[in-house]
């Protein structure tokens, strides 16, 4: 039996209120007052899909070891880079680099679902556990419907045959190329083609057929199915969709738009996440993906989704909120906004890719050092052990530390130094296992960071190497608990 | 303990250079403004000079790596020219080759020259950068007033002492130095400023605000030492000998094992104690006259004061507030305005204090001239809390 072992999601702490967006730009697209409820996730600058793919990895190994993971998809159609594979470093900040097969997917809106059937089949064929990231973090153009209606956020799926929480019953997909959007290569936005044709010659024509192809290779009805999952940014066109195959209105999952909006081509997971906290043995669960095309997979519930133990999911991260009423903000957090950084943004971000090489494991996996002598947790991991009393040579073995907790030391909030969101937070961390290093601090507010304070790592963008291309450096930074 | 270098060194002449933005100088300038008072000062031939030391620290934006660019602008008799950099212990550094040069009895007469060139990029504070190649890929975004304002909170927290205390008590660690450099005319600021002016500035990096931090500025100051013997023989008198140099770098420990709490400077403890005892000095609250510390930040003051193991542990902020410091302290600390007011180009610092000790025990410190010092400490503190080089010299007159 095949299916999925585990879930895991990541949504970004900040949620831009669209009435503030709407205020902002009403003078010059007043018919978006309609949307202009609720809030979308916003991801911090520091954020982009490979970090909140991995935040999503990570809560999906809340229950399982990444070492077993045999196959990694990264799906996104916001991969930071074009040429080096993005899940190769969702791969390394998981510290799994061995016996491990890793692909990005992308290019629709429904790479999440393309990826997950893959990673399905791939652990169906005695593939091992296979891990399904996906992630995505549009662009939209200023005071466009998109702008509303888009959000950021991750998920994460982790397929297998063993304590299967929810076995895969079937899927199908038809691949045909119709163009509702597009973003093509010299664009950072997405070009809409009208809705009413959208419903009318895409989905209505091409969704249907896919479903009752789906069901009748299940051998199942639409009435059989609990929760139905088809992201749209027309929140009409799922129920209609559902009620032209026989599913139930009653199953019709929330497209989760108050308060997250649709999160790209990890939408279709994300709901699934959304489900799958809450779905009960026995539950059928279809999910359907558009994007030149459908896929459609059927999946059923087991004993063991109750078994499966606690992590922050979907409903953990969206508690996890800070609403954002500076729209400029947000337009400058994009890089949409020619904000005055000041003469210390222009420091030269050249990354020495061969530094980089070397210490993959300290960078990009926060692994240190822990002394055979004297047992001392250190980092980072170097030729001599830091303990004053042992100074031991070549005595240290690695000694991962991503996943533990650490206090605040001392810190300051520093107006002087250039950050995308002034003042910067930064300070000594402490690790109680030993260890501490001078951290940046991230999603920090002045009532949460004292001393003493508990912090937890996540991977984040450190700079942004605008000269090269935009080259991304990410690194660890300490985020309250 | 090594023997030492006590009374084996004697200054024979010094020079500094107006402080401040100097629009006006490129670091050549202002080396040579420095230098022909240290010259004339010391009374010999430039021929003389045996061998020099040349102490810069940020040569990203400054004069550039060797010894050639002191031996080119003084066009110096080819003699062997040492380029020392040490943040900002470089002065101290560059004072203390000249002077193992002659306690060896390799030179007679050696030169120490520093000097920073810092208002040559275009924006506020000290030039920034990424750092080393791996360290940016790291290393806090941070900047100096970030990395000793966390000293802050950490006394804080180590001691239980209120964030409205500590403020009066670095306020008033600037307040003093404002109040002495306006009696100096080679200071950058010279401005008295009240007490409520500086609890009110914006804040640079909480808990620091923009009183709470030192000038950047341009300058360089030199020296020129030789034995007592030869200086005596020269017809001097008044001489000022040099009775300790002791130098203490850290090696990881605080930034990277727990055991350290990010209070106190570690090193400034080790070497301000081995100071002590290369100069035979068992009680030096009671027996050193004058301090110039390095007060880059006023926090950093405060507590350098106790790893001086001048006031207690944790009490530095009450002997601060008791005015213990003050020019008309028990102990007058930065009494030609400090890193603060006198103003803190990096390479040229540790110079410039020994330049007013050398001023103070010879009486030519006009209007803020102590009655009768007789032992000074200077102090440089390179780096961060957590990381860091300190140097710490002891001179005196010569009796």
């Known amino acids: 039996m095949v299916g999925i072992v585990a879930y895991g999601a990541y949504v970004p702490r900040l949620r831009l209120s669209r009435q503030a967006v709407y205020d902002a730009n009403k003078w010059f697209a007043a018919g978006l007052r309609g949307l202009a409820k609720g809030e979308r996730s916003m991801a911090n600058w520091d954020e982009d899909s490979i970090t909140m793919a991995v935040e999503a990895s990570r809560d999906c190994l809340t229950s399982h070891k990444a070492e077993d993971v045999r196959n990694l998809y990264f799906a996104s159609t916001t991969h930071p880079f074009k040429d080096r594979q993005n899940a190769g470093v969702i791969g390394t900040a998981l510290n799994i680099e061995q016996n491990l097969l890793a692909s990005d997917v992308g290019g629709s809106q429904k790479a999440g ?59 199908h997909s038809v691949s045909m190329d119709f163009v509702d959007h597009f973003r093509g290569d010299e664009s950072d936005f997405d070009y809409n083609w009208e809705e009413r044709w959208i419903r009318d010659e895409g ?133 949409m906004l020619p904000i005055d950084k000041g003469m210390r943004a222009e420091f030269d971000k050249k990354t020495a890719l061969s530094i980089l090489w070397r210490k993959r494991d300290m960078i990009y996996g926060l692994v240190g050092g822990k002394c055979r002598v004297c047992g001392t947790v250190q980092f980072p991991r170097t030729p ?20 533990l907790e650490a206090n605040v030391m001392s810190f300051t909030a520093d107006s002087l130094t250039y950050s995308p969101d002034p003042p910067a937070y930064y300070g000594m961390i402490t690790f109680p296992e030993g260890g501490r290093f001078m951290a940046d601090f991230t999603d920090s507010d002045k009532e949460q960071v004292k001393v003493g304070a508990k912090m937890r790592m996540t991977f984040r963008i450190r700079d942004n190497d605008q000269m090269r291309g935009g080259f991304k450096r990410y690194f660890w930074k300490a985020a309250p608990v | 303990m090594a023997r030492g270098i006590k009374d084996k060194v004697a200054i024979l002449g010094m020079g500094c250079s107006k402080f401040g933005e100097r629009w006006d100088s490129g670091a050549e300038e202002l080396m040579l403004e420095a230098y022909k008072e240290c ?27 060797s010894g050639i660019p002191l031996s080119t602008t003084l066009r110096l008799p080819n003699i062997p020219v040492t380029h020392v950099e040490n943040m900002c212990a470089s002065g101290t550094e560059a004072f203390r080759g000249a002077c193992y040069a002659v306690a060896s009895g390799a030179a007679d007469f050696a030169l120490a020259l520093g000097v920073e060139k810092l208002k040559d990029t275009g924006y506020g504070g000290l030039p920034g950068g990424r ?23 950490a006394y ?49 990096a909480s808990p620091l605000g923009l009183f709470d931090c030192c000038g950047v500025s341009d300058g360089a100051a030199a020296a020129i030492v030789t034995t007592p013997e030869i200086a005596k ?87 601060v507030l008791d005015g213990f410091y003050d020019a008309d302290g028990k102990i007058p600390c930065q009494i030609d305005g400090g890193l603060k007011c006198f103003g803190h180009p990096i390479g040229a610092s540790g110079l410039r204090m020994l330049y007013e000790m050398y001023l103070q025990f010879q009486g030519r410190a006009g209007a803020r001239q102590l009655k009768d010092p007789r032992i ?9 809390p957590r990381e860091n080089v300190s140097s710490v010299a002891i001179v005196g007159r010569f009796e």
Request: hydrophobic share 40%; net charge neutral; aromatic share 6%.
């Open chain 1, 203 to 335: 989905y209505s024509k091409i969704v249907p057929p896919a479903i009752k192809a789906a069901l009748a290779a299940c051998k199942l009805k639409g009435a059989d199915i609990s929760h139905f999952i088809m992201p749209s940014l027309m929140p009409a066109v799922p129920k209609q969709m559902a009620k032209m195959c026989g599913v139930g209105e009653g199953a019709v999952r929330d497209l989760l738009g108050a308060n997250l909006g649709d999160t790209g081509c990890a939408h279709a997971l994300v709901m699934l996440v959304d489900a799958l906290e809450t779905a009960k043995e026995g539950d059928k669960i279809m999910v359907v993906a558009f994007g030149q095309g459908v896929d459609v997979l059927v999946l059923e519930v087991t004993a063991e989704n109750a078994r499966l133990p606690k992590r922050k999911g979907l409903s953990g991260w969206m508690k996890r909120r800070k609403e954002e009423t500076n729209y400029m903000k947000f337009l400058a957090f994009n890089e």
């Open chain 2, 39 to 65: 010259i004339a000062d010391a009374g010999i031939d430039a021929k003389q000079i045996n061998a020099a030391w040349f102490s810069t620290a940020i040569d990203e934006v400054h004069v550039g790596k």
């Open chain 2, 156 to 204: 804080m927290t180590a001691h239980g002492v209120s964030a409205d205390d500590l403020k009066k008590a670095i306020g008033h660690v600037s307040w003093k130095s404002h109040q002495n450099g306006a009696k100096n005319p080679k200071a950058h600021l010279q401005k008295a400023v009240d007490m409520e002016t500086i609890l009110k500035a914006p804040m640079i």
């Open chain 2, 233 to 319: 023989s020269l017809g001097k008198s008044n001489i000022v000998s040099v009775k300790a140099l002791q130098l203490s770098v850290s090696n990881g420990s605080e930034s990277g094992h727990n055991s350290w709490d990010g209070s106190y400077f570690h090193t400034t403890r080790i070497a301000s104690k081995k100071a002590y005892e290369e100069a035979g000095i068992k009680n030096p609250r009671n027996e050193v006259s004058m301090f110039e510390v390095h007060d880059c930040f006023s926090v950093t003051e405060l507590v350098t004061m106790e790893d001086l193991h001048i006031s207690e542990t944790g009490k530095g902020w009450k002997d």
């Open chain 1, 384 to 403: 001599v052990c830091v303990n004053p009393n042992c100074h031991a040579i070549d005595s240290q073995d690695p000694y991962n530390m991503a996943g």
């Open chain 1, 113 to 171: 679902t393309s990826a997950l059937i893959a990673g399905l089949n791939a652990s169906k064929n005695g593939g091992g556990p296979a891990l399904v990231a996906a992630a995505d973090k549009r662009l939209t153009r200023v005071a466009s419907a998109n702008e509303l209606n888009y959000g950021d956020g991750a998920a994460a799926l982790l397929c297998g045959t063993e304590n299967v929480i929810a076995k895969l019953v079937g899927h």
């Open chain 2, 131 to 153: 750092g080393a190649p791996l360290q940016q890929l790291w290393n806090a975004n941070g900047t100096a007033p970030g990395n000793f304002a966390q000293l802050a909170t």
């Open chain 2, 376 to 384: 000074g400490m200077t102090h440089n503190l390179g780096g961060a």
